[in-house]
């Protein structure tokens, strides 16, 4: 009797949200079509109007406060129902993802008002959406507002003009759940999986203790409800983020007054997607969770899902992993062998395609054991000694005739990663000009001094063409001195030779040249890397 109420219970409600078909409309039906770190304040604003205009009479846009700087804060407010919802998104400026899905999210709710689902959450829901609570932050690209304070610290302090408005808003909304909407460092794991977070899950806590209140016995099964909507899209990619109490924190402490939140970090962009996929599961996620929460209070989501996800790692990840590889530190003269691994830095912006152009940066994260290391790229190290690149003096602001884009190209493939150039006091501005007009990804760092560098190797004119890869004609090409007279120069003396300061450590740039050694003991180069990435061969 019992099972057949159950069943027939089951069988009467609605349908969840199909998240497959929500997931493939997202790319035709999206609202705003700027990636989320090419989206600034200004055009947020006119997308804002749009969507107003699109759907008049059926959701209020108001400027709820302004920032330090004095840009508008808005919030778009639709549904008319019982559950008062609050999100946010971008209360770190370099924190973008969730910001157009909070506008796709609504439009796609509103276009799609007729049909069950929209209706449902439009009905049991009142949604309050500020998209972009950081703008000053978000104009510059950083975590930070403009009055250099992070906001998610300022709960508590109330010095920031947009943590007194979530707190203001928070107070006179009283919602019955809060979506904080972040980004995390894209390199974070899936605890020991070697696997990157593409999303991370916070039921946050309200005390020190994680009190475990209805409120946040809800924000729970939100969680473990987006683990099993987002898994399928990001399989293994979705990981559990530090619940320790953070006392200063919005998350923690609007729980603390009423409102518990749900943290949701967007880490890596998914295996073989775009930037954008990012606020694709955001859009999903939230549009999933509404549903539940709506229909039955997200019944039927057991908090153990989320509770035994594995834990965000960070710093268990590199870009790249050279594994067993030898390696020669400038000044010495024998090879270890050891993993290097190394990260290369891209700025979000560069990432979804709109960066003002700039070199790529690049770091190296470990020098030994890098076995518990996940990566994307692992080159096998056998039979290769890593050196340091070739740093070279110059002087003179004459040098500019040669110093070229084709002179710092052909420099890199003979593995110079350096040029320090000594140019006086009165020639620096014309010097810097020349400078940042050949300065490039894969060409090497073109650094002034103010005098000549007596530590390194001068190099008096552009190099030759060289005769070979081996070092005597590396050598050769770059007018340099032999290494031994008559014979062929060894690794020891390479070792000894090379003066790119600093050479390998965590923090230091990922530059550096791979050799083979041959049978006649003379080193050849093999590849060149500047700042994490191979130099083309010409
Ligand atoms: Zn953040």
């Given at each position: 009797?019992?099972?057949?109420?159950?069943?027939?219970?089951?069988?009467?409600?609605?349908?969840?949200?199909?998240?497959?078909?929500?997931?493939?409309?997202?790319?035709?039906?999206?609202?705003?079509?700027?990636?989320?770190?090419?989206?600034?304040?200004?055009?947020?604003?006119?997308?804002?109007?749009?969507?107003?205009?699109?759907?008049?009479?059926?959701?209020?846009?108001?400027?709820?406060?302004?920032?330090?700087?004095?840009?508008?804060?808005?919030?778009?407010?639709?549904?008319?129902?019982?559950?008062?919802?609050?999100?946010?998104?971008?209360?770190?400026?370099?924190?973008?993802?969730?910001?157009?899905?909070?506008?796709?999210?609504?439009?796609?709710?509103?276009?799609?008002?007729?049909?069950?689902?929209?209706?449902?959450?439009?009905?049991?829901?009142?949604?309050?959406?500020?998209?972009?609570?950081?703008?000053?932050?978000?104009?510059?690209?950083?975590?930070?507002?403009?009055?250099?304070?992070?906001?998610?610290?300022?709960?508590?302090?109330?010095?920031?003009?947009?943590?007194?408005?979530?707190?203001?808003?928070?107070?006179?909304?009283?919602?019955?759940?809060?979506?904080?909407?972040?980004?995390?460092?894209?390199?974070?794991?899936?605890?020991?999986?070697?696997?990157?977070?593409?999303?991370?899950?916070?039921?946050?806590?309200?005390?020190?203790?994680?009190?475990?209140?209805?409120?946040?016995?809800?924000?729970?099964?939100?969680?473990?409800?987006?683990?099993?909507?987002?898994?399928?899209?990001?399989?293994?990619?979705?990981?559990?983020?530090?619940?320790?109490?953070?006392?200063?924190?919005?998350?923690?402490?609007?729980?603390?007054?009423?409102?518990?939140?749900?943290?949701?970090?967007?880490?890596?962009?998914?295996?073989?997607?775009?930037?954008?996929?990012?606020?694709?599961?955001?859009?999903?996620?939230?549009?999933?969770?509404?549903?539940?929460?709506?229909?039955?209070?997200?019944?039927?989501?057991?908090?153990?899902?989320?509770?035994?996800?594995?834990?965000?790692?960070?710093?268990?990840?590199?870009?790249?992993?050279?594994?067993?590889?030898?390696?020669?530190?400038?000044?010495?003269?024998?090879?270890?062998?050891?993993?290097?691994?190394?990260?290369?830095?891209?700025?979000?912006?560069?990432?979804?395609?709109?960066?003002?152009?700039?070199?790529?940066?690049?770091?190296?994260?470990?020098?030994?054991?890098?076995?518990f290391l996940g990566t994307s790229r692992e080159v096998p190290g056998q039979g290769r000694v890593l050196s340091a690149p070739f740093a070279v003096a110059v002087e003179g602001l004459a040098a500019r005739a040669w110093l070229d884009a084709a002179t710092l190209s052909r420099?890199?493939?003979?593995?110079?990663?350096?040029?320090?150039?000594?140019?006086?006091?009165?020639?620096?501005?014309?010097?810097?000009?020349?400078?940042d007009g050949v300065s490039a990804p894969g060409r090497p760092r073109l650094e002034l001094a103010e005098a000549l560098d007596q530590g390194l190797q001068r190099l008096e004119r552009a190099p030759t063409e060289p005769r070979g890869r081996g070092l005597a004609a590396t050598?050769?090409?770059?007018?340099?001195?032999?290494?031994?007279?008559?014979?062929?120069?060894?690794?020891?003396?390479?070792?000894?030779?090379?003066?790119?300061?600093?050479?390998?450590?965590?923090?230091?740039?990922?530059?550096?040249?791979?050799?083979?050694?041959?049978?006649?003991?003379?080193?050849r180069i093999d590849s060149v890397w500047l700042d994490g990435e191979e130099v083309p061969a010409p």
């Amino acid at each position: 009797m019992f099972l057949a109420l159950l069943l027939a219970a089951a069988t009467s409600a609605p349908p969840a949200l199909d998240a497959a078909a929500l997931h493939a409309a997202w790319a035709r039906e999206r609202f705003v079509p700027t990636a989320a770190p090419c989206l600034k304040h200004l055009e947020l604003g006119e997308r804002l109007l749009a969507l107003e205009r699109k759907h008049a009479g059926r959701l209020a846009l108001e400027q709820v406060g302004r920032s330090f700087e004095g840009r508008a804060i808005q919030m778009l407010t639709l549904g008319t129902g019982p559950k008062r919802v609050l999100l946010w998104s971008q209360m770190h400026g370099d924190e973008p993802s969730a910001t157009p899905a909070l506008l796709d999210l609504a439009d796609w709710l509103l276009s799609h008002r007729d049909e069950p689902a929209a209706r449902a959450i439009l009905e049991g829901a009142t949604l309050y959406l500020v998209p972009m609570l950081n703008p000053d932050g978000s104009e510059r690209y950083e975590r930070r507002n403009a009055q250099g304070i992070d906001v998610n610290r300022d709960a508590l302090g109330l010095a920031t003009p947009e943590g007194r408005l979530l707190k203001s808003l928070r107070d006179r909304l009283d919602p019955l759940l809060g979506f904080n909407l972040h980004d995390q460092d894209r390199r974070t794991a899936v605890g020991e999986s070697g696997q990157r977070a593409s999303i991370a899950l916070l039921a946050v806590a309200g005390d020190p203790q994680g009190t475990l209140t209805p409120g946040r016995a809800r924000a729970k099964r939100v969680c473990s409800l987006l683990v099993s909507v987002l898994s399928p899209f990001v399989p293994g990619a979705v990981a559990r983020y530090d619940e320790d109490w953070s006392p200063r924190a919005f998350g923690d402490n609007l729980t603390k007054w009423g409102t518990p939140v749900v943290l949701i970090e967007s880490g890596a962009v998914p295996g073989g997607g775009r930037f954008e996929d990012l606020t694709r599961l955001n859009f999903v996620g939230l549009l999933a969770a509404l549903d539940a929460l709506v229909r039955d209070d997200v019944a039927g989501h057991d908090p153990e899902v989320y509770e035994k996800l594995p834990r965000n790692q960070p710093g268990a990840w590199a870009d790249v992993i050279f594994r067993g590889v030898e390696l020669l530190q400038p000044g010495t003269r024998e090879a270890y062998r050891a993993d290097l691994a190394f990260d290369v830095r891209r700025d979000d912006r560069e990432l979804a395609g709109c960066a003002a152009r700039r070199p790529a940066r690049a770091s190296i994260v470990e020098v030994g054991d890098a076995r518990f290391l996940g990566t994307s790229r692992e080159v096998p190290g056998q039979g290769r000694v890593l050196s340091a690149p070739f740093a070279v003096a110059v002087e003179g602001l004459a040098a500019r005739a040669w110093l070229d884009a084709a002179t710092l190209s052909r420099l890199a493939r003979l593995g110079v990663g350096q040029v320090s150039w000594a140019v006086p006091l009165a020639e620096r501005a014309e010097a810097q000009r020349h400078v940042d007009g050949v300065s490039a990804p894969g060409r090497p760092r073109l650094e002034l001094a103010e005098a000549l560098d007596q530590g390194l190797q001068r190099l008096e004119r552009a190099p030759t063409e060289p005769r070979g890869r081996g070092l005597a004609a590396t050598l050769e090409s770059l007018g340099l001195p032999p290494l031994a007279a008559g014979g062929k120069p060894t690794l020891a003396q390479l070792g000894a030779l090379t003066g790119f300061r600093p050479g390998f450590a965590p923090g230091r740039p990922a530059s550096f040249v791979a050799w083979t050694v041959g049978s006649d003991g003379e080193p050849r180069i093999d590849s060149v890397w500047l700042d994490g990435e191979e130099v083309p061969a010409p």
